[in-house]
């Protein structure tokens, strides 16, 4: 499975039109049931050591922890929902705890080979770790967050059940917590601090008051003994790649949208670098949102005799968005019928509402981040996944 995530991102170019300018171109609130084959830790048992990278570009011990009076691992990961949700909450215990003599580690589990596209439907990034180094960026997180999904030497002796899932152990690092972080994923409705309460206990010598709670969120992504492909990607590659000619009406039709959805529209041509770059990344970007009402017009301002090296380029990327091809060569009066006020340079890439307003427009190279939690921003939660849109809306701003 291509696995999708942020291209190294470069100056945003765009480039002119050949004869202008060459030179320069499932529901995730249930309680989690633990993996039979990946037993939960007891409580009383020792941490296990491991060795892990960071987003810090530093690999991480349990022996670098050993001042700490209590050692608080969070397994979390960048593409499940409810830990988009947590992400306040994580922050504040590391911030709260931190000069009380805590240290805090987030931890992802899982290998982003094993996250399919379904499950990135409600994120803008994968697993990886440049995608957790960015979305540490990002979010500002202060805390370390370290990589175990090659492996799953640490999440497998722990037996993470899923993200969020908090461990707590104490200063001779034995367990004494396990579990929840609180009660519900929406933070004004939580009830019980359950994390907070067995920090609190065991920084005052105390027992904690309820050493284990059950998990919600997303399972743990064990890595197969055989390797399985992701059943969208194999839906995906049975669907057929085409390309239509375009005319000015049915340019100007798209402008409107009319199609029910959120439309991700993307001007280009074989000959310009950035738009080629590009390319993968907003096929991916469709994959991973087709199923969450997004549709994706791919427009290729080549000429149309070059249809066969069209053609050839979206079979290669396996583009199954709507394909059109210029039908004439005058090329700035069929740009005029999508949008007179259109730069005639590609890439030209925009997002438009069921009703056919601009909700991102971008000339150059996309921004791939931001046009991902543009559309995240914009595309309804369900009953599965509540504050989603509000979450991605904070991204925003």
């Known amino acids: 499975m291509p696995t999708p995530h942020y291209p190294r991102l470069v100056a945003?170019?765009?480039?002119?039109p050949l004869f202008f300018f060459l030179s320069n171109c499932g529901s995730r609130s249930n309680e989690v049931q633990p993996d039979a084959a990946h037993p939960v830790l007891s409580i009383g048992a020792a941490a296990p050591d491991f060795s892990l990278?960071?987003?810090d570009n530093q690999t991480h011990t349990l022996a670098e922890y050993a001042a700490s009076k209590l050692l608080v691992v969070v397994f979390d990961c960048n593409h499940c929902p409810q830990s988009h949700l947590y992400e306040d909450r994580i922050r504040k215990l590391y911030s709260d705890y931190r000069d009380k003599g805590v240290t805090l580690l987030a931890v992802n589990p899982n290998n982003p080979a094993q996250v399919h596209y379904d499950e990135l439907a409600w994120s803008d990034t994968n697993d990886s770790l440049i995608d957790m180094q960015t979305r540490a960026t990002d979010r500002h997180c202060e805390s370390p967050y370290l990589a175990d999904g090659d492996s799953q030497s640490f999440s497998a002796k722990l037996g993470v059940v899923a993200t969020p899932q908090v461990f707590v152990f104490d200063q001779a690092r034995k367990l004494r917590y396990e579990?929840?972080?609180d009660d519900n994923e929406i933070a004004a409705q939580a009830k019980s601090q359950d994390a907070r309460n067995a920090i609190d206990a065991l920084l005052a010598d105390k027992a904690v008051p309820v050493a284990t709670t059950p998990v919600s969120g997303c399972a743990t992504k064990w890595n197969p003994k055989t390797a399985a492909e992701d059943p969208e990607l194999t839906k995906i590659n049975a669907e057929p790649v085409t390309v239509n000619m375009t005319t000015p009406e049915i340019l100007k039709k798209l402008r409107t949208n009319g199609t029910g959805k959120l439309?991700?529209?993307?001007f280009w041509a074989t000959w310009c670098g950035p738009c080629v770059a590009e390319f993968p990344e907003l096929q991916n970007t469709?994959?991973?949102?087709r199923n969450r009402n997004l549709g994706l017009v791919a427009v290729s301002?080549?000429?149309p005799?070059?249809?066969p090296d069209v053609f050839a380029f979206l079979i290669k990327n396996h583009a199954t968005s709507v394909n059109y091809l210029f039908a004439s060569d005058d090329t700035s009066a069929v740009q005029d019928s999508f949008d007179k006020q259109m730069s005639g340079a590609v890439p030209f890439t925009l997002l438009l509402a069921p009703n056919g307003d601009v909700l991102y427009q971008e000339q150059g190279e996309i921004t791939m981040p931001r046009l991902r939690r543009t559309i995240l921003a914009n595309l309804p939660d369900d009953k599965d996944h509540p504050g989603q849109q509000a979450y991605w809306a904070s991204t925003l701003q």
């Open 12 to 16: 945003s170019v765009a480039c002119l």
């Open 53 to 55: 990278p960071g987003v």
């Open 179 to 181: 579990g929840r972080i």
């Open 263 to 266: 439309l991700l529209v993307n």
């Open 286 to 289: 469709y994959r991973m949102y």
């Open 301 to 303: 301002e080549d000429v």
């Open 305 to 307: 005799e070059a249809k």
